[in-house]
């Protein structure tokens, strides 16, 4: 398989058109499998995928330890995109924290633990209303001057926000939820980052599983697992959901391909400047997900996934409330 290739932004990062979230390997799906998800990033590397997404929240550090082991001596290999800005007490998240002190600080810290010189792309992970997007930008333009940072990110981040940071340094991409299953960034978002030329790197692309065909109710997941407290799993929600992601498997059947695999070419052919990072442990999907790569969905098709799964279609707020107080819009 080779993965074609995209530009996020104007500055220069390019990466493959498919990338690989890598949080469902410390938190959040699942106990933790070392020795699995070490062999799924290697040969992510192998079959072209070149893009890793990860961050500082992600199993409380140990997803960024995780990669420094998996891509010593591979690290010319890889494009490593990292996120900072949370405040913990313990293992928990207790707030947001973008002070420029503080980003310094933390940004040591990964360098440590991802055992490399530099990140690739460093996200802002929540936009911190407390201290003024100038200043994070500045500071992260401190930190490309000095090489420990190449491209700047911001996660999702509202319109106001993105137009002020990018004015003080380029911001190369933004990282938001965005699927046929959340489209909340088409309406204003989207043609901001066309105007301005950021790339856009939708994360959760296959709906939090739920595009995939294999989903069950909340209840029925373990404790400790995401989906448990996803309201769109939960009771009416799901029955709902679940009718509406119908077309997916529709036109999965008719094309003779999986359901990820027509969720992720919907994404791809929204635009050349996206590209998406669907999560995984496992290494027979992460093959499924990046030969999406392969596949074109006609206009007739794209037309009946967008009338099935538009706004309102589906069921349910995307995160519970204190995750959606940090959402910048």
């Not at 201290?131 to 333009?141: S, T, Y």
């Not at 294999?214 to 709902?240: H, I, L, M, S």
């Not at 119908?246 to 003779?256: G, L, N, S, T, Y």
């Amino acid at each position: 398989m080779t993965l074609s290739r995209r530009k996020l932004g104007n500055q220069g990062l390019g990466v493959s058109a498919i990338g690989l979230g890598c949080m469902p390997m410390s938190q959040s799906y699942g106990p933790a499998d070392e020795r699995e998800s070490i062999a799924t990033l290697h040969r992510a590397i192998e079959i072209g995928c070149n893009f890793f997404d990860t961050a500082q929240s992600y199993g409380h550090f140990a997803n960024e330890a995780l990669l420094g082991r998996a891509f010593k001596g591979r690290r010319d290999q890889v494009v490593i995109a990292t996120k900072l800005g949370f405040r913990f007490l313990g293992k928990r998240i207790i707030g947001l924290n973008s002070r420029p002190k503080h980003i310094r600080q933390t940004v040591e810290d990964s360098l440590r633990r991802l055992d490399t010189d530099y990140i690739d792309l460093l996200y802002q992970h929540r936009v911190d209303r407390s201290v003024p997007i100038e200043d994070v930008a500045g500071l992260v333009c401190d930190l490309v001057k000095e090489g420990k940072v190449r491209f700047f990110g911001l996660s999702e981040a509202g319109i106001e926000n993105i137009r002020r940071a990018h004015a003080v340094h380029p911001v190369s991409a933004l990282q938001s939820e965005y699927s046929l299953w959340e489209r909340n960034l088409e309406p204003e978002i989207i043609p901001v980052l066309r105007e301005l030329g950021i790339g856009l790197v939708p994360y959760c692309p296959l709906g939090r599983g739920f595009l995939t065909g294999e989903v069950k109710r909340a209840e029925e997941y373990p404790k400790g697992d995401f989906r448990r407290g996803d309201p769109r799993y939960q009771g009416t929600n799901f029955d709902a959901n679940m009718k509406a992601a119908r077309m997916v498997f529709e036109i999965a059947v008719d094309k003779k391909i999986k359901p990820v695999q027509v969720a992720l070419a919907w994404i791809l052919q929204k635009g050349d400047f996206i590209v998406p990072i669907p999560g995984t442990k496992h290494g027979q999907y992460l093959e499924e997900n990046l030969a999406a790569d392969t596949f074109r969905l006609d206009p007739a098709q794209i037309k009946l996934l967008d009338d099935a799964l538009a706004p309102g279609k589906v069921s349910g707020n995307r995160y519970a409330h204190l995750p959606m107080t940090m959402i910048d819009r």
